[in-house]
Every structure is written in structure tokens, then in C-alpha cells.
């Protein structure tokens, strides 16, 4: 057993919190990891939520998978590694003779760390062969990625240190509820207060994100693309454009700005409820100061229009002169743990490591040659996450899921439940059995973060090495292990290292040269210095603050130029649009979903925590007590909410703190309080994302308390 203290990561959410591991004795033998603080790590400088705090609890569950188990007359058995492992490359070799490779699928995490969301995407294209692989990173960030390549040629979430926040004059939050999905960066808001600076919340509910606010807009779900705009022309009108800025640094601004002057405020208002005189007060706020940014989350980018809303949150940020400049810009808080590195290296659809696009000649030469095969050979860009689910059952034969339980948190979710039980084959990947897992043909148990040392890229680009602290238990197998095992099996012999060093030292290789540069990222420098910034070639390119030579990492970009090919930033023009459903007179209310503190995505991990459970234990139905009056509910009884797509039964929650016209579900739980029954996929036409923000449902009484 080992006993030293262990400095590593939290395998949650995106912030990536530092934390220590102390193992101590179970008492039966083995050992278990005790957190405590850890002061090094300047992120979240020693402070957890909940969620990290507890997260030892899932390491020695009784609920965790420890035996891979197959399906034999309909019931899952336990059964050894080389059965299940054989039982999975049958079924995929099955569905490849028959169908085609094609007709084979992989659908990843955004909590994989980068080292095996790189050897998923390289499984997929060299050992499979095929082009079908996605990951539920779509459902998280998608928007904000396709928004940010678009006018800034590069996307990393944040462009800055999250230590500027405290620094600038005044930030811009939207649809971000932080207190409930990373509390500890909470305290840059206050720092930010403290210092002078002013906080303004977008967010249809007052969360208690919105409570710390200067300023609380509660737009109408969906209008978020309407507000920007409205913000821009007001900008404009008042003369507070950077005219010399926009000059020098950017391109597009008169398209744009013709298309912004024809969203008048009044016309703003009347779609997004936020009155004319707070729309000027967010302007004044939010030029007045030398610096400002604008960050945007979930709420704006998980919508139809999901990339055009960001492109005008940004074009406010361009026309005022912010996007790269200090303590200023755009920046987007990404949500998985490892969703920024997630998306990086090749488990996306239409992505290579390095953040390489899979139709460019150069990024497939540049990656075949690391990989030692022939480029031809590569398959194309695949579909993305919802539709390779929905072509489940059609030209998806057999699907091979890791670290992701789709069942909860995809769009549409019965129809997806549905789709799943039609395959011919599902294995899946996972510590516990998830909703997902319980459909499956094959589930194989899987190390844990604290079991396995890997790398993950937080929200900010800083790249972060998680340290094994604690032996897995008995029958426990890494996923690298899983994808070498398979790929021999599949008739790939080499090119899958199962030592997760090894597998960076290749992904340092293939990122070489791509946007999301690691080359001169080593886990030595990780271990010495905590964490580094991408971009960071091998060599010190300016040779202003590296060590020997080396690079020291990026943690601002586009201060002197943006990642386009003249450099400059680029306008969008962009409208505004409605809902892809709008409420009608059968289902006459917004529904909207989020999350809440106590519970991590699809919960398949927080809600086996008891600490956690008890804090929330199941969903709810959160509407404003006009509309509890106007259909006779009362707190805590049952409502159904129902949509086109199904229905859904939780407990009521009555507060003021929601619009009239809307309601709102977390999205946690399975079964009958599924929020994801009734949400929408309409999807965002450039990202693929599925409108989770905004969806028309109709609420109806089922009982009494
Ligand atoms: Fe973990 Fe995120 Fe909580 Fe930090 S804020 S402890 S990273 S879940």
C-alpha cells in the first residue's frame, strides 16, 4: 500500500479542483483514500465542493462494477476479462463483416482523460475502421467550440487564467449557474466585487449565482442570441464602438453591425422580457470599464442556435474592444472534467489529436505517419453524438460506449433508451452500472481516477497530470487496457500502449504542430510545475520565459494576434431566431433543465454517493407560484411534465426565483423523473448541439401530497 500524500486532480467537473490523497487502512486488508486540502493548486486553492470531497466514496462502493459481466438468456453474468473481451470483438466483427465498418459505433466522455479519449479515437479509425465515433462533449460545449474556432480560428474555453476574472472591470455571466456546478471559482466572482468590479447574471431563474450579481437579467429561455444583439445596438447608438480596435484588429464589423442595428431595444425587449432601461444599464455597466469579459455556459450554447449566440456574445466583445486584451474577452466554462482535452484529441466526429480537422490532407498525413498507417486509410468525418444515437438500430449496428450513460443525458432520452435496446450488440465501459450498462450485452469494469494516473485539460487550456494514489481492486482493468485488448482481438497487434505516460509521449507527437499544441509538455514538467498551458510547442518560440530553452505554455491568447489566417478577429452575422418549438396552445410553457450542486451530469456516480444522495435525491419541477396557482399545485406535489416527447413526474418546487412562463428540471435522474424524456433535439446546424435550454411542455396535477 502506498502511504506518501498524493497531489492530484478532482475527476469531476471542468474546473479540475487540486486535492490530496492519503491512503489509509480499510480495515479488511486493503486501503482507501482520505481527501485533504491542497494549497498548491492556485484554481481552487485548497477549497472542494461536495462532490470532490466525497469522491473518494465511489472508490470502495459495494455498487462498483468489479467483475466484467455478459449477457446469457437475457440476464447479465459475471463472467472472466478474455470472455467479455472476446464476446465484445465478436460482436463488433460481426457487425463489421455484415455492415460494415460504419455500422460500428463508439461514443465517448468528456471525463476520459486525454491519454485515452486519444487512444478512443485512434481505436476507432486504425483498429475499427471506422468513421463513427462521437462523444457526449457534444451535449456540453459544442456551441461555444464552434463559436469560438469561427471568430477567434481557435477554441480553448477559456483564453485566460481564471485569475483575471478578480482583475477586470466587470463580467458578463450567461446561463452559467456556478455556485451550483463549481462552487470553489465562486470566489473569483467575489474577488471581483471586492476589487471594484461589477457581476451581471443572464439566467431566466435567480439562481444563487444570479444573488451575488450587480445585476440579474432573466431573459426568456432561447432569447439569449435577441439580448446580444439588443446590447450591440445599444453600443452602437451610444457611440461606445472601438473604432480603432475594430480597425486594426478585426474583419466583418459593417455586416454585423447593419445586423445588430435592426434589433432595436424595444424590439429586444418584447422577445426577451429584459426591459429597455436594464439592457442601457448593462451597457454602461459593461463599458464604463477599461476591461470586461463576457462568459458564457450552458444556458446560450445548448440551443438550435447555439453557435450564433455565441458568435454575437462575442461580436459584443469585438466591437467593444475586449477579445484580446488583458483581464478582457470571451471565454466559455466548459463543464466535464476533462471536456476541454476531451474535445482535443480525435473522439470528436470530425477531429484528429491536436485539434487537427479530419478532412485536411496535412492534419491526416501528419497523424498517419505517428500512427504508422497510410492516410487513405483513415476514415472520414463521422456523424455527431445525437445522430450516430438515433441511427441506432438503422446503420448502427453495435456500439461500443465508455465513460458516458447516454440513457440519462442525451435529448429525446426514451427515444435514445429505445434505439439502444435495438442494437445488435452494445458493450460498454464503466465503474458502476449505469443506465446505459444495464442494456448492455458486455459491461466491463474500469480503474478510477485515483486507481490510474493520466492526464486532463481544464476549463482554462492548463494542462494537468491526475496521480495514481490507491491499487484498484481485483478484477479491475484500465480503459487503455480495454482498447489494446480489443484492438489485438480486432487483429491490430501494436500501437496500443497500455502505460498512460507511453500513450502521452504518442499524443505529444501527434498534437506537434496543431492548434492544441502539447509537444513540450512532459509529465516531468507537469509533476514540477502543476499544470501548463496549451499551446505549448517544444521549443520556447519567443524565448521570453522559458526555462532552457523550453516553452512555457500559453495562458492568454490572441493578446497580439487572433488564430485566423490575417490574424484578426472575425464578426459573424447573426439574427434573431426563435425556439425550434415554440409553446402553442397545447403545451403553453418553457421548459428548461440544469443541474444542481449535490449531483455530477447523468449521476450515474453522485447519486451511488450517500452523502450526496441525501443532499438530492431525486428531480424536481421548479415554477413560479403564478403558475402553481393557475393549475391549483402546491408544494411538493407531483406535477407531470409533458412534451411531444414523453412526460415526466417530480415533485414540485414553488418560487419566485423562475419566470412566470417557465420551468425547470435538473436533469440528473433517471426513470420516471427523467428530464431528458422531454427535451428537444433540434439540433444547432453548425455544432450539432440539441436545444437541452428550451423546449415547449404542458404541466399537469397526477395527485395530491
Ligand atoms: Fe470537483 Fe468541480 Fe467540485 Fe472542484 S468544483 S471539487 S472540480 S466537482
Redesign the pocket.
Known sequence: MQTSVTPTH?P??A???GMNLTPVPDGDGGSVVEVTERTDFPV?QGA??G???T?PALLSSRVRLTTPLVRTDGELRPAGWDEALDRIAEGLSRTRTEHGPDACGIFGGGGLTNEKAYTLGKFARVALGTSQIDYNGRFCMSSAAAGGIKAFGLDRGLPFPLEDIPRTGCVILVGSNLAET????LRYLTELKENGGTLIVIDPRRTRTAEQADLHLAPRPGTDLALALGLLHLVVAQGRTDEAYIQERTSGWEEARAAAMAHWPEYVERITGVSVPQLRETVRMFCEPESAMVLTARGPEQQSKGTDTVGAWINLCLATGRAGRPYSGYGCLTGQ?NGQGGREHGQKADQLPGYRKLDDPAARQHVAEVWGVDPDSLPGPGRSAYELLDAMGTDIRSLLVMASNPVVSAPRAAHIEERLRSLDFLAVADVVLSETAELADVVLPVTQWAEETGTTTNLEGRVLLRRQAITPPDGIRSDLYVMRELAARLGVEKGFPTDPEEVFEELRRASAGGAADYSGITYRRLVEEGGVFWPCPAEDGDGDGGRDGVHPGTPRLFLDRFATPDGRARFVVVSHRPLAEEPDEEYPVLLTTGRVVSQ?QSGAQTRRVDELNAAAPGPFVELHPRLAERLGAVEGEPLAVVSRRGRAVAPARITTAIRADTVFMPFHWPGEGRANTLTNPALDPVSRMPEFKGCAVRVERVGSV
Request: net charge positive; glycine share 10%; aromatic share 10%.
Open positions: 478532482c469531476y467537473c474546473l479540475q479542483c481552487n472542494l465542493c462532490k470532490g470531497r469522491a463549481m462552487p470553489p471559482a472534467g455530477y
